[in-house]
Nanobody, 124 residues
Framework: QVQLVESGGGLVQAGGSLRLSCAAS????????MGWFRQAPGKEREFVAGISRSGGITTVADSVKGRFTISRDNVKNSVYLQMISLKPEDTAVYYC?????????????????WGQGTQVTVSA
């Protein structure tokens, strides 16, 4: 069981970078694979990146591969999303989530715990 709070969003110009943070409360953070999702206005929530319990295995969506990197620090109870070369189409609310499964799957329904989201806006 974990509670999640995202931070680090904001307004950035195309080509810029942002680092999102997700701070977790609770004592079982390391038991959960973690994921980042995003949802743009009028769009469905989509998978961005996932990371295993130990951080040894990561998965990123094709749309952000090579630009976004997910990482975690179980000592600090945090998960991060480093975003570089941002594009206007990256504009969305970004959510941190904890999976109830054994892996960081791509489907939102597999994640039991969600943060409130942080807005990322990329201007042209």
């Amino acid at each position: 069981q974990v509670q999640l709070v995202e931070s680090g969003g904001g307004l950035v110009q195309a080509g810029g970078s942002l680092r999102l943070s997700c701070a977790a409360s609770g004592r079982t953070f390391s038991s959960y694979p973690m994921g980042w999702f995003r949802q743009a206005p009028g769009k469905e929530r989509e998978f961005v990146a996932g990371i295993s319990r130990s951080g040894g295995i990561t998965t990123v969506a094709d749309s952000v591969k090579g630009r976004f990197t997910i990482s975690r620090d179980n000592v600090k109870n945090s998960v991060y999303l480093q975003m570089i070369s941002l594009k206007p189409e990256d504009t969305a609310v970004y959510y941190c989530a904890a999976s109830v499964g054994s892996t960081a799957t791509t489907t939102p329904r597999q994640y039991a715990y969600w943060g409130q989201g942080t807005q990322v806006t990329v201007s042209a």
